[in-house]
């Protein structure tokens, strides 16, 4: 859907100046169908580590911009500001720039955005189709117009965190969390994993606890981790930029704490909390331990007992549940 909105913007941008005939492509989908742009004149901008892989494998180079573009391509992200921000790099960088987005991310209010700040001479084409659009942004006349739209600096919320635009939970301590905290036992011991660490918020509370001689945070998404390293000073964390369904550690953990993803769009996707378990029960030592939080209406249970010989319910709010595991099977069964 986004190829034939995207190629058809690109067809239409001025022809080409002094500028070399580079694109640069900011955060797309891994399965985004880049159709029209040649992966040999393209940087791809991304934080996320699955997503990188999986352009990577399709023979996309991820790398930091450098240079000038004549083109540029922003693929809207749900966090307003993280999408503001991008347009913002690629405005400075590039001498057309599409911006391409479906209308559950708020692409017809950047639009109006956009017409209003930079006027309609600096704007189009702009094509509707497909439930999203794309529009194109001839940047030789735009100036500072957005210049307020740069990432903001990085926030302080409650207990003197720090988050970041774009990352979740980044407006301060999600409900799931909290509760997972207060879960918690207090002899949590031995070497530990935060899978999915995000800022540091679970991270830095597990490290309260004296028993704790390792803890290993694992997070994807580059900003977050960058947070977590500003959140988490303690000399025992050591940082993970890695998937936390492929990574796996030095050697056999104590435990594993959890608040996993269950969205992969804007629909629940258990499989992918379900990943996170599959992959923590294989981190563990015989007599490890898992504690992970989740929307009560997530069917993780099942999971949990074929990889678990020990499992139970330890606490409800809210909307959502703590649960523990323990003592993984050595021969899980191939139906979780």
């Not at 509707?128 to 001839?138: D, M, P, V």
């Not at 994807?220 to 936390?244: G, I, K, M, S, Y």
């Amino acid at each position: 859907m986004c190829a034939t909105r995207l190629s058809q913007v690109l067809d239409a941008q001025p022809a080409a100046g002094d500028t070399p005939d580079r694109c640069v492509v900011f955060r797309p989908s891994p399965d985004a169908d880049l159709a029209g742009l040649l992966p040999e004149r393209c940087d791809v901008v991304h934080g996320f580590i699955p997503a990188i892989a999986a352009l990577e494998a399709r023979g996309w180079t991820v790398t930091a911009p450098s240079g000038r573009y004549r083109t540029a391509v922003v693929f809207a992200d749900r966090s307003k500001l993280l999408t503001r921000a991008m347009i913002h790099d690629a405005v400075a960088c590039a001498d057309f720039v599409v911006v391409d987005g479906q209308k559950t991310d708020g692409i017809d209010s950047l639009s109006r955005d956009l017409r209003k700040r930079l006027g309609e001479g600096a704007i189009g084409p702009i094509l509707s189709k497909s439930h999203g659009k794309a529009l194109g942004i001839t940047t030789a006349q735009i100036g500072d117009a957005l210049a307020d739209w740069a990432l903001p600096a990085d926030k302080q919320v409650a207990d003197g965190f720090v988050t970041r635009a774009g990352i979740f939970s980044a407006d301060g301590i999600d409900v799931a969390s909290r509760l997972l905290v207060d879960a918690l036992p207090e002899k949590l011991a031995g070497t530990v994993g935060d899978l999915g660490a995000g800022w540091g918020y679970l991270s830095r509370h597990i490290l309260t606890r004296a028993g704790v001689k390792t803890l290993h945070l694992v997070e994807a998404e580059q900003a977050a981790l960058a947070c977590a390293r500003r959140n988490v000073t303690d000399p025992r964390a050591q940082f993970h930029w890695a998937d936390a369904t492929g990574w796996r550690p030095p050697e056999k953990l104590d435990a594993v704490v959890m608040n996993p993803p269950f969205h992969t769009s804007r629909a629940a996707d258990p499989a992918l909390g379900q990943a996170f378990i599959r992959a923590g029960a294989g981190m563990l030592k015989p007599n490890g331990q898992l504690w992970l939080v989740a929307n009560r209406q997530l069917p993780y249970e099942t999971t949990l007992a074929d990889l678990f010989r020990d499992v139970r319910e330890v606490e409800t709010s809210k909307g959502f549940k703590v649960l523990f595991a323990a003592r993984p099977n050595t021969r899980p069964s191939q139906t979780a």
